[in-house]
């Protein structure tokens, strides 16, 4: 059973930085692709950035050159350094793990910024 915990969310103003970490349980970590998605209020869940196994990003055009997604497989930790906070960004950010038969997700963590 996989379980994945996010953490580092927070209130910040717009302009600023939160890093958030999504720490993985089991052995498929390394395996897998994993993915930060967020949820606005009202909104659909959409996909923020990816990054595979061997270490390629992806990322929506809306947080290119802001978010930078990394992992560390050792770690079994996958992280988001968002820079250059906008109040758009405000939304529940959610891990996922996902190998060809299965896909997990974190229960998510709040990220709200001010302007």
């Known amino acids: 059973q996989v379980q994945l915990v996010e953490s580092g969310g927070g209130l910040v103003q717009a302009g600023e930085s939160l890093r958030l970490s999504c720490a993985a349980s089991?052995?498929?970590?390394?395996?897998?692709?994993m993915g930060w998605y967020r949820q606005a209020p009202g909104k659909q869940r959409e996909l923020v950035a990816t990054?595979?196994?061997?270490?390629?990003?992806n990322y929506v055009d809306s947080v290119k050159g802001r978010f930078t997604v990394s992992r560390d497989n050792a770690k079994n930790t996958m992280y988001l350094q968002m820079n250059s906070l906008k109040p758009e960004d405000t939304a529940v950010y959610y891990c996922n793990l996902n190998i060809s038969v299965a896909s997990y997700w974190g229960q998510g963590t709040q990220v709200t910024v001010s302007s």
């Open positions: 990054v595979t196994s061997g270490g390629r990003t």
């Open positions: 089991g052995s498929i970590f390394r395996l897998s692709v």
